[in-house]
Each structure stands twice: as structure tokens, then as C-alpha cells.
């Protein structure tokens, strides 16, 4: 199996105009959207009419004018899809009429139809699968982002499966005609785990509330025999990671299961014990069935006679070859609810379970178990057990050091234990859940202390200096780069959640403290400035500045959006990298945070759609050069 390609010149232009084009138009969009929804008095509703109109019909022309072969005509598109679903929401709110929510979705879905069609783009696709999902859902009356809700209500309807079950299917049958080829099978990929999710809330639904008809079970039978047929289907397509999610499915399901079956026969605490040791030995095995998958296809890739060898200096292939990203995002959730399991069954049997004393000797000897577990090469259910009883014994200890000492202290006291766990256990997952701990401890302490926090700004520039320097790292002996560099940055993307759900936070201190606060802001997002500067160091004089000055700008106008510089960053650094889970994950904490920055309470909503626009236009101006650099290194103006 060989390593990906890291990108050329070309494929960094297109990239980043990509980047760049949709990003300014989803920040320019949210823009107007945040200054139509402020109640300003003095602005009349003809005005905020004429806003959205005008703009509206401004894109159609200019997507019009362009043509939706280019990727700049189905940009624009695309504006104007997301401003019609605007339009008709404050249409709705101006004059009252009484329609329904699921009304808004399905008319912004039907209206915006013709135009998904005519763009061929993925993003759009993607768009009216969601508005049509949410039209569905919303239209039965059990819509819920949570699953335990939807089970509470009986699950999803069962129309969402079909609906969700013909979209993968066009989905897979658009493919490669879709104008931008169906890069990374995004649309695909996104309508399988849609209809995997309504499976899991339907059938656990059943499991757990039971029904009543034939139809009713019939129902549930066609999603077996969908879940069957999914794991045919992306095996036949050679899609590791979505076959890991038809084995996260099938996991949640007979993990439901199980739970109806102990709770039948009332087993007590012993039950969370069973239920634990169950996901562990499911995790592990599904990983060893999926490593089992990967090794097959590399062998049959590999012209005949020869054996599968990496490129230098890259990992092993074949089945000596490491588990895939997805693969330990498996084993790590469910090694994590195993471990928690665990760990409530320790505080339900031990002595004085609640105690300090009792939870600090418990912590120590399940460690102390897990480092004994994963000495040598250790099988998979070996090392997801003692990954469960790591991750339980960190908790003890927590908890223990929450009763002795006060809050900052515990937190600081939690952060010390995340980089013990990292320095003594030799599994990756376990070290990169203590690098994520520890840093997100220490930022909770500081916020305690209500400080000015420095993680943010050492989180930022670790991760840039990791990934910048992953190839030469990685030749020492011994390094551990994979767990520092994933930990970091899953730190960083949850700090840039975090500042984004709780942004007001700097307001409470004090003005000196308030303004160191914002300077650690403005220094974190800098590392994308110097993350740029990094990159283009084989480029002319003039393109590596403009390219740095691009970022730098960048940076002081997503500054203050919190994840945002962050989530562009890291979304830079694996593109750089090649590797699809940095950037797709950074591209989703920016557009989460953007998303979040409505409730922001520092500022006004007049302030946050200037600063949203002053990000889109530096964003689309950033294009605009992109493409002209471009022009001139092809012979064109």
C-alpha cells in the first residue's frame, strides 16, 4: 500500500482557491444573515427585503454570467442558495404566516432544486440532502439532534430511512459525474451515514420501546437487511472507512440489544461490567475483521510475485501495516465508554466507593493492569481491554484528586495525570487521549483562576510545528509524533469549540487581563501566518509573500471568531500532509465555529457581520489572487 502523493504546485492553487472560494462565500453569506436578523428599528423591513433580494438576484446573475462549469459560477450558486433559505425565513418571521418549520426547509429544498441540478456540485447535492432531511423529520413531528431522544419518541420516521436509503443510492450513481468529480466520495459517504444513523435510532428504538404491527417489524427487518447489504456493498467498494462505520453500527445495535436482554434479567451493577467487556470484544474484533480487509486489498494491489513493501521512510503496508485513523477513532470511543463502564461498576462495588482514598488506589492498580497488559506486541483485545482499563484508571484518579483539592488544583492535577499517561503507556490511543487531556486540564484550570490562558497560543504552535516537521520527527528513534501531533491538535480543534460556545468568557476579567486575553487570541491565530510563510518557501519571492500576507489578513479578521484561524490552519497543514482527516476536520471546526459564533454575547449582531464579511472578502480577494498567480504561471492573463 503505498503513501499518499503529497500535492504539487497545481494541486495546492486548486486547493486553496477552492478553500478560499467557499469560504468567502459561506462567511459572506452568514454575514448578511446576522445583519437581517438584528432587530434594528431604525432599519425598515423594506430595507432588510431589498438586502436580500438585491443579493439574491446578484448571485443568480453573476452564477448566470459564469457558468457553473467553472468552479467561481458554482460558488456563487451556492450564495444564493443559502440566501434564499434566508429570504424565506425572515419572510416567515416578518409577516407570520403561520406555516410550519418543516414548510421553510421543504420550500427552500423545492426552490433551490433546478439550481442544485444545474451546478453539479457536491456542496449543493449535500445542501438539499440536509434541508430534506430535516423537511422529513420535522414533518413527523420527532426531530432531535440527540439519539436518546429520538429513541424516546420511537425513533426516526420510517420514511427517512427510504429517503435517506434512494439518496446513498443516487448518491453512488452521480459519482464521478458531478462537477467536481466527488472528491473524496464526500456525498456518498454522507448519505451512507445518514441512513447508518436512522438504522441505529430505528432499531434501538424497537429494541428498547418495542412496537406493534406488522409493518412495523417489516420495517425494521428491510433495515437489517439495508445494514447486511451495506457491509456487502462497501466491501465490494473497497470503503475501509465506511465499512468502520457499518461495524460502529452493528456495534450499537447489539450493544442495544444486550442492554434489553441484562435488563430482563436484572443482573445489577454486574450488568455495566458485561456491557463493557462486550464493547471492547466487539471493538477488537470488528478492527481485527477491518485490518484484515486493508491487508487483503494491498496484497491483491501489488503485482503479482511481490510482496507488499512501503515507499522509504514510510510506515508498513500489508498486514503489518497500522490501523487506519478511522479504525482507532473506533477502538478509542469505544475503548472510552468500556472504560467509563468500568469505571461506574468499580464505584458500585468497591467499599466507600465514593471515597478519595478508595477511587486513588483503584486508579493506580488499573494502570498499573493496562501497562502490565500492553508490554510487547499485544493482540487487539488485549490492548482495547487494557486501553479500557487506562482510560478508567485516569477517571479514579481524577475524581480523587477532585475531592482533595480544590477546583484549579484538580484540574492541574488532571493535567499532570494526561502527560503521566502519555509518557508510561506505549498504546498511541491512550497517549493521545493524554495529550488531549492535559492541555484541555490546563485550560480549565486557568479558566478557573479566571487567567489569561497561554494553551491556546502553545496548543497553536505546537501543532504547526508538528506537522511542519512530521517527516524529519519521525526518523528518531523511538518518537512518539503520531500521539503529540493528533493530541494537540484534537485539543486544539476542542479549544476552538470551546471559545466558540463560551466566548464571553475574557469579558470577566479584569481590563489588563482582558487584553492579554485577546493578544493570546491574536498570537494563536498568527501560526497560520507562519504556516504559510513555512510552505511557500520553494515559491518565488512574490508569491511567498503575497501568500503570507493572505494569511496574516486572514488571521486578524478570523481572529476573534474563535476555531475559525484554527480550523484553517490545520486544514492547511494536512492538505500540506496529505491527509484527508487533518483537513476535512479543520474545514468542520471552521464552519462549526462560524455556525456558533451567532451566540456569541461580546458582540452585537451588527459587529459580527462586519467581521464576518471583512473574513469573507479577504477570503474571495485571496482567491482572486490565487487564480491571477495561477494565470501568470501558465502564460495567461
Known sequence: MTAPALPDARAWRDFLERLCAYGGALACAAAIVFLVAFNWQAWPPAAKFALLQGALAAAAVAAWRLGTARAAGRVVLLFAMILCGALLAYLGQRYQTGADSYQLFLAWGLLILPWVA???????WA???VLANLAAQLYAGRFSPFLLEALGAGGPHPALFWLDLSAAAAAEWLG???????????????????VLAVIVASLSGAIFGGGAGAAFWAMRAAMILALAGAFAFYRWRRDLPMLTLCCMAAIAVATAGFVRLLAEGDPGEFALLVIGVFLIAASAGAAVWLRGQQARWAEKAAPAGEPVRPPAGQPPAGRDAPSPWHVRLMLGVCGWLGGLLLLVFIGLVVPDPFGARSLALAGVLLLAAARIALRGR?????????LSLCLAGYGALAVACSHWLPDWG???????????LTAAMPSEIARTFGIVAAVLAAEGCLRVLEWPSPVPVIAAWTCTAVWLHEARLARRPGSRLAPLAWGVTLALWALGLAG?????TALSLPPAGRGLAWAAHALAALALAWTAWRLSARAGPAPRAWATGTAFAIAAAGAWIPGVAFGLMTAVLGHARARAPLWAGGLLVALWSVGWFYYAQSWTLPHKAAMLLALGSVLLLARRGIVRLGARETGHD
Open 378 to 386: 499485544p493482540p487487539e483485545l488485549r490492548a482495547q481491554f487494557a
Open 410 to 420: 484538580a484540574l492541574l492535577a488532571a493535567s499532570a495525570l494526561g502527560l503521566l
Open 127 to 129: 445542501l438539499l440532502l
Open 118 to 124: 444545474a451546478s453539479r456540485s457536491v456542496a449543493g
Open 500 to 504: 466558540a460556545l463560551w466566548p464571553e
Open 176 to 194: 464521478a459525474r458531478l462537477a467536481d468529480g466527488g472528491r473524496m466520495r464526500f456525498l456518498p459517504r454522507l448519505a451512507g451515514a445518514l
